[in-house]
Nanobody, 124 residues
């Protein structure tokens, strides 16, 4: 069983930056593709960013391109989401997810393991 623990959420002002971290318990973390998703109150969870197992392919939803960066440190079993130029509409709960395959995906149902989420709030 893979356990994922997110951290780094909190309150920032519009235009500010924050970095989310997701620590994984899996010994084979380097073989997982990783993704970040987010969910606003009353809305469905949506894809934010994904990264392949070896860090060479990343993929973003259009609304965060140029502002967010996903990265990973396989030696530390950790994936990151750097969020810059934050907007009030970025205020959501952010979830880390792991996919039992090396290739990334934006499809939620392809991820087998999920963290509990961390809330990121942006004040206008």
């Amino acid at each position: 069983q893979v356990q994922l623990v997110e951290s780094g959420g909190g309150l920032v002002q519009a235009g500010g930056s924050v970095r989310l971290s997701c620590a994984a318990s899996a010994r084979t973390f380097s073989m997982f593709a990783m993704g970040w998703f987010r969910q606003a109150p009353g809305k469905e969870r949506e894809f934010v960013a994904a990264i392949s197992w070896n860090d060479d392919i990343t993929y973003y939803t259009d609304s965060v391109k140029g502002r967010f960066t996903i990265s990973r440190d396989n030696a530390k079993n950790t994936v990151f989401l750097q969020m810059n130029s934050r907007k009030p509409e970025d205020t959501e709960v952010y979830y880390c997810a792991a996919k039992n395959a090396p290739d990334y995906s934006r499809r939620e149902n392809e991820y087998e393991h999920w963290g509990q989420g961390t809330k990121g709030t942006v004040n206008s």
